[in-house]
């Protein structure tokens, strides 16, 4: 599969100037069809597609709308996303990625929930806070952050209460903070993704201590 072409993330007028949830309403008042793919959805994120497609692939680990099969799917797409922010390069997705096909009426309600959550967040983003925290090097070092939360969100724990959600909101403050240059919110996310490992480290001791109770 090639790579997106550049043009495909051009961005409508003053899109810049929209927040998250605006933009988020936007692409919900484009989705027309009965189901889009992931290189669909970045085509329409605008500008701020790359960011903001992070963002929005969290959405249905923070709501209990289920989309079957989309930790795997998303956070490597996550995944391969942030590593083209630290490389400053436009993302090569695999085709299994780029052309997954997602049914709108079960995204439309994660969208809708999702534009609820971030009028809320955007109250407290104040762009140019702490803004070492969101320009030069420290942005590679941001799309390692996310890199490494999207491999915790991909780990088959789904069935484990909070292992999607921790991971899932790492990505979208740090996503929401290097997008809105809030660095606040990117150091919410390392907080949350510091958290995450905190959470996933006491499972696996968990489990190994009653692997030891029974078959010790």
Not at 83 to 88: C, R, V
Not at 97 to 125: M, N, S, T
Not at 150 to 158: F, I, K, Q, T
Request: glycine letters at 8%; charged letters at 15%; a positive charge.
């Amino acid at each position: 599969m090639t790579s997106p072409d550049p043009d495909s993330f051009s961005a409508p007028p003053r899109s810049a100037d929209l927040s998250a949830s605006e933009v988020i309403a936007h692409l919900l008042a484009r989705m027309d069809k009965p189901s889009f793919s992931v290189r669909e959805l970045m085509a329409m994120m605008g500008d701020k597609g790359l960011l903001m497609l992070c963002a929005l692939m969290t959405l249905p680990f923070l709501f209990p709308v289920s989309i079957p099969g989309v930790s795997t799917v998303f956070g490597c797409a996550i995944l391969l996303i942030a590593l083209s922010i630290s490389l400053g390069r436009l993302p090569w997705l695999p085709g299994f990625i780029a052309d997954r096909q997602l049914d709108a009426a079960k995204l439309k309600p994660v969208l809708l929930r999702g534009i609820q959550f971030l009028r809320r967040l955007d109250r407290f983003l104040r762009p140019q806070r702490l803004r070492a925290l969101t320009g030069g090097v420290m942005n590679r070092l941001n799309g390692l952050a996310i890199m490494a939360s999207a491999v915790l969100l991909m780990l088959p724990l789904g069935l484990v209460p909070f292992s999607n959600t921790l991971p899932g909101v790492a990505i979208l403050l740090l996503a929401m903070g290097i997008s809105q240059r809030d660095g606040l919110l990117v150091l919410g996310g390392y907080l949350m993704m510091l958290l995450t490992v905190v959470y996933f480290a006491f499972l696996a001791w968990s489990a190994w201590a009653a692997g030891t109770h029974f078959f010790g």
